[in-house]
């Protein structure tokens, strides 16, 4: 998946900022875990588990990283806010920690994922409202993509 700015940041931070968030969450921190999040830190693209597993492994001096852990582990720091789970258009899924609050823009045409500021939809805020006041269901914009066509594509 492509990279885009808000996700690359100090990989040392980013691991100190989760697991601080992790332990009041009271989430255990384990080395594995540790080593989970400095490979999320550590790329500025959003990764499949599988990328994930490969990566802790190629970087793991204890061998290989389970991938049914991995998967489980996701899930979990997703639960608890940690990281964020995106479903990207033609099935494909990443994650990535959760730094600032954006919207993903992903390109039908080229298939370039953009970071969005959540600002660009506040005008939504009444549509929101109305939608959670009927139905209870409120949208995640941080979890949110939107399809479209950037500029180039737009431009062929």
Do not use: N
């Amino acid at each position: 998946m492509q990279p885009h700015a808000p996700h690359h940041q100090d990989t040392e931070a980013l691991v100190a900022q989760a697991v601080a968030r992790l332990r009041v969450a009271g989430e255990r921190i384990t080395p594995a875990r540790r080593d989970m999040l400095t490979v999320l830190a550590g790329s500025p693209e959003h990764l499949s588990a599988d990328e994930v597993v490969s990566r802790m492994t190629d970087s793991r001096q204890t061998g290989t990283a389970h991938r049914t852990t991995v998967y489980r582990t996701l899930e979990r720091f997703a639960a608890a806010g940690i990281v964020v789970h995106q479903r990207l258009p033609g099935g494909a899924t990443g994650y990535h920690l959760r730094t600032d609050s954006h919207l993903h823009g992903h390109c039908v045409g080229c298939q370039a994922v953009v970071a969005l500021p959540t600002e660009v939809l506040e005008e939504i805020a009444p549509a929101r409202e109305r939608m959670r006041a009927a139905s209870g269901f409120e949208i995640d914009l941080h979890g949110s993509t939107l399809l479209g066509r950037c500029g180039d594509c737009r431009g062929r």
